[in-house]
């Protein structure tokens, strides 16, 4: 069964959970133990917590020697990728339980070669922010208003930080001085690169677990613009061209080897391990990507995430 049968005829299992607009770190945690229940080879692991308290879970399948990564949702706003990347993880664990074709894998056989691991969402205490506004910003309800006021927002729809005004992207030690040269000097809704790197309990949870594991491929995902970032500073191993090609081939996003951008989850694993690292953007508009496309960038996510399972 080629790749594309396996999506249709797992269709029917997808509509069993309860996606929603709303998707916040509550659903998240509703959603990661219904598919543990589901699955139980799915092991939850909690890899810190953010500044409110909220647990990091981090899941984990396969008894394998090739470890995968993926992550989402390091950026409020781009929430959407958390629903997005746990459907491809149910896709896989669907075939695995079933032990049918994913490429020309078997399922199972994979399981055996491979250990996933996926953070669905980083920063659980902006998401929620976005979703429901300062009144569950907790002790930083006065700093998430000043920002807003200052930047006169109304809503909390712009926004990309953690809960007091760090961008976790832009906070992993790869060349972070530049950015903090650049970007502003103070906690915002974007950019702010922290007063120094690693700052924020999220970042660090994240560093802590590369470290730990050395991913041999991590996929981090954002929106938009149906493009994926494969390089930085030349130091990505030759075969992340080859890769992301394949990638291209099946999803149609396109490839760029490097924009003017440092201290990015991504840019720190290439430097600091030489090993595959990708930015995947997915959707193509304005974010927050409406729910409406869901379906449509599913797709592709699928596509791009079964596949980096193969390779
Ligand atoms: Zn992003």
């Not at 229940?37 to 953010?50: D, H």
Request: contains cysteine; charged residues 20%; neutral net charge.
């Amino acid at each position: 069964m080629v790749q594309n049968d396996l999506m249709e005829k797992e269709t029917h299992i997808m509509s069993e959970i309860r996606f929603q607009s709303k998707y916040d770190s509550n659903s998240c945690m509703n959603h990661l133990v219904e598919l543990q229940r589901k699955y139980p080879f799915i092991k939850l692991n909690v890899i810190g917590t953010s500044l409110l308290g909220t647990p990091i879970y981090e899941l984990s399948v396969g008894e394998g020697v090739k470890k995968i990564h993926w992550n989402g949702s390091f950026h409020a706003n781009e929430w959407i990728t958390t629903p997005l990347l746990l459907k491809s993880l149910e896709r896989f664990c669907h075939a695995i339980a079933e032990d049918i074709l994913i490429d020309e894998d078997y399922a199972q056989s994979i399981y055996h070669q491979t250990k996933l691991s996926v953070v669905p969402m980083v920063n659980p205490d902006g998401v929620d922010l976005f979703h429901h506004g300062s009144s569950v910003a907790g002790m930083y309800k006065p700093v998430v208003e000043k920002i807003n006021n200052q930047y006169k927002h109304v809503t909390f729809t712009s926004w990309k930080a953690n809960i007091r005004g760090v961008d976790l992207n832009n906070q992993f030690p790869a060349h972070w001085e530049i950015e903090q040269k650049r970007k502003p000097l103070l906690p915002s809704f974007r950019d702010f690169p922290g007063y120094y790197p690693l700052s924020e309990p999220e970042s660090r949870a994240m560093y802590q677990l590369s470290i730990q594991h050395s991913f041999d491929r991590v996929l981090a995902f954002h929106s938009q613009g149906e493009v994926i970032y494969y390089g930085y500073n030349q130091a990505e191993p030759s075969r992340s061209k080859e890769v992301v090609e394949d990638f291209q081939r099946i999803s149609g996003y396109l490839p760029i080897r490097t924009i003017d951008s440092h201290a990015g989850y991504k840019d720190w694993y290439i430097q600091h391990f030489k090993k595959e690292a990708y930015t995947v953007e997915v959707g193509k508009g304005i974010n927050p990507l409406p729910w409406s496309t869901f379906n449509y960038q599913e797709k592709q996510v699928s596509r791009i995430c079964m596949r980096s399972l193969c390779l």
